[in-house]
């Protein structure tokens, strides 16, 4: 039969089971996610998120004919505001500049718009972009270089330069 003693322990493994059970199913991770923000800057809504899947190559293996490093294509989006950039420099619009997810900071990036095959080379002094389906943000002069400034965003292919 079974003690005292067999019962509290059985009693408390079924406990713990049961609370470390609670706690796995607190996230759930969904493959859409209903983010969709206005603006790097913006406030998000209390409620929680969760970030769906893109494919998304930070660095290719593979170097183009010019010799340059692959970075990526996706969508670039444009941004005026900010006092201060991530690598504490002071935000200028009207300098060449970008934020970028992973890149290190002072990382001089050939953006190119696939639309126009407009390209102009910015310096990675911020971080972001922070809107899903983005791969990078550059300030407003560096948009109005690409020609994307009245629709906001553009398909840009990401050239590391040096």
């Known amino acids: 039969m079974f003690s005292m003693r067999c019962v509290v322990r059985l009693f408390a493994v079924a406990l713990g089971g049961a609370l470390l059970g609670a706690c796995a199913q607190s996230s759930v991770v969904t493959r859409h996610s209903e983010f969709v923000g206005a603006s790097r800057h913006a406030s998000l809504p209390m409620r929680r998120h969760v970030a769906s899947v893109k494919k998304h190559t930070p660095f290719a293996a593979k170097k183009n004919a010019g010799g340059t490093q692959v970075a990526s294509q996706g969508v670039a989006s444009f941004y005026t505001e900010g006092t201060e950039t991530a690598s504490g420099e002071k935000f200028d619009t009207h300098e060449l500049t970008a934020a970028h997810p992973t890149l290190p900071f002072g990382t001089k990036l050939r953006v190119t ?50």
């Not at 990675?124 to 560096?142: I, Q």
């Open 113 to 162: 718009n696939t639309a126009t095959g407009r390209s102009v080379t910015v310096r990675v002094n911020d971080r972001g972009p922070y809107v899903h389906g983005r791969v990078v943000d550059v300030s407003y002069s560096a948009a109005n270089a690409l020609g994307m400034v009245n629709k906001g965003v553009a398909n840009v292919k990401l050239d590391v330069v040096q």
